[in-house]
Structures are given as structure tokens and as C-alpha cells.
């Protein structure tokens, strides 16, 4: 089955600051990367996603990158804000029909002040 | 829509009891899941279903799990008998389409066996 690695797990960054979160996968069948974040206590929020068939795209200071040969992709977030820390996870749907998520471990990212 | 429903949101039993998590998808969301959240082991798919039909349960931990769902509006993870390295935090989650496409999470219920 997929199996996400996801590094590094823990993040602090200066607020201003450019966070970068990186994953790989293992299965190439694999067609949909989604990221989630969770800030504490609550649920997993989806927050930006990439199919297969682009290699990047950008919400406002977000950004994802997928690289399918090197089966890795990242989560860049820019100009960093106090309420973006939270534990953000990456996940990579295993192809073929078995249409279920797998996630990384997370990474708990703290902007300081 | 109200979003995926859990209940309970907090559950504090003892050891060798009974758990039940309740949890209604989204309407019109033909896929469901249950995830186990857990300090050490992350988010851990157990069991996923679609159109009701149990498709995958290779992640449920032990025989003293199980998963319904009788109708698409109502699925239930049960436990039992409970032990202490239950406790966790369990997400029900539904799509429409399976992991193709967004999940959307409950609050989820947090569990604790003492």
C-alpha cells in the first residue's frame, strides 16, 4: 500500500518568515495530494490540494509543488502569520480504485511572534 | 449541511466496557471513513465504506473493533471490550468520491478508557 513520509515534524519559523513542509510517497499510481491542517483541538481542514496532471499551484501565501518522477511534493507557505501555526499534514490517494487517503505523520509549526 | 455530525464529543469509560461512536456524513457523500488520531501513530485509516459497503478494514487494530453502516446517513465504530491504549481521538470523515477528493472531517470524539 502508499506510504507517506513527511518531514521535518516540527517547524518554528519568525513570523515573516517562509515555512516549507516536504513529503514523499510511494506508490505511483498515486493522482491526488492534498495538504490538511489542524489547529489544536479541532479537525483536519483541507487547505490546499494538487492533482497529478500540474506540477504547482498557489492560493494567496500558500503554494504546492509535486514532483512525479522524484514522487515527493511541498507545502510553502510565505510571509508567515502567528495563526498559521498548527500541525499541517500531507496525504496522497492510492491509485487504482482504492480511493483512500493516506497521510503523513504531520508537522507541528509554530510561528513566533 | 451541518457538516460531518460525531457524537460523542468527549467519552471517558472504564477498561472492558463498551464504546459506540456515532457519526452522519455529509448528504450526498457516497464514501465514509474512520480515522484514529494518536500522538504516536498519527492519523490511522481503520475502516472505509462505500455506497454503506465496508471496502477496506485492513487498519482496524483488533477483533474488538467493528464498523456499521445500516444507511447512508449513519455509521457507528464500536468497541468492545475498551482498553486503556484506546484512547484517542476518532474522526469520521465523508467524500464524494472517495480520497480523489476532499474529505471533510468531524470534530471527532475523544476517547479515554481508564
Known amino acids: 500500500g502508499e506510504n507517506v513520509e513527511q518531514h521535518p515534524s516540527t517547524l518554528s519559523v519568525q513570523e515573516g518568515d517562509s515555512a516549507v513542509i516536504k513529503c514523499t510517497y510511494s506508490?505511483?499510481?498515486?493522482?491526488?495530494f492534498p495538504w490538511y491542517k489542524q489547529e489544536l483541538g479541532k479537525r483536519p481542514q483541507l487547505i490546499i490540494d494538487?492533482?497529478?496532471?500540474?506540477g504547482e499551484k498557489k492560493d494567496q501565501r500558500i503554494a504546492v509543488t509535486l514532483n512525479k518522477t522524484a514522487k515527493h511534493f511541498s507545502l510553502h507557505i510565505t510571509e508567515t502569520q502567528p495563526e498559521d501555526s498548527a500541525v499541517y499534514f500531507c496525504?496522497?490517494?492510492?491509485?487504482?480504485?482504492?480511493?483512500?487517503?493516506?497521510f503523513g505523520k504531520g508537522t507541528l509549526l509554530t510561528v513566533n511572534p | 449541511d451541518a457538516g460531518v455530525i460525531q457524537s460523542p464529543r468527549h467519552e471517558v469509560t472504564e477498561m472492558g466496557q463498551e464504546v459506540t461512536l456515532r457519526c452522519k456524513p455529509i448528504s450526498g457523500h457516497d464514501y465514509l471513513f474512520w480515522y484514529r488520531q494518536t500522538m504516536m501513530r498519527g492519523l490511522e485509516l481503520l475502516i472505509y465504506?462505500?455506497?454503506?459497503?465496508?471496502?477496506?478494514d485492513s487498519g482496524m487494530p483488533e477483533d474488538r473493533f467493528s464498523a456499521k453502516m445500516p444507511n447512508a446517513s449513519f455509521s457507528t465504530l464500536k468497541i468492545q471490550p475498551s482498553e486503556p491504549r484506546d484512547s484517542a481521538v476518532y474522526f469520521c470523515?465523508?467524500?464524494f468520491g472517495g480520497g480523489r477528493n476532499t474529505i471533510y472531517f468531524g470534530e471527532g470524539s475523544w476517547l479515554t478508557v481508564v
Open positions: 470523515a465523508s467524500s
Open positions: 506508490d505511483s499510481a498515486s493522482n491526488y
Open positions: 465504506f462505500n455506497n454503506n459497503v465496508p471496502i477496506d
Open positions: 496525504a496522497a490517494s492510492s491509485g487504482g480504485s482504492n480511493y483512500k487517503l493516506t
Open positions: 494538487i492533482r497529478s496532471n500540474v
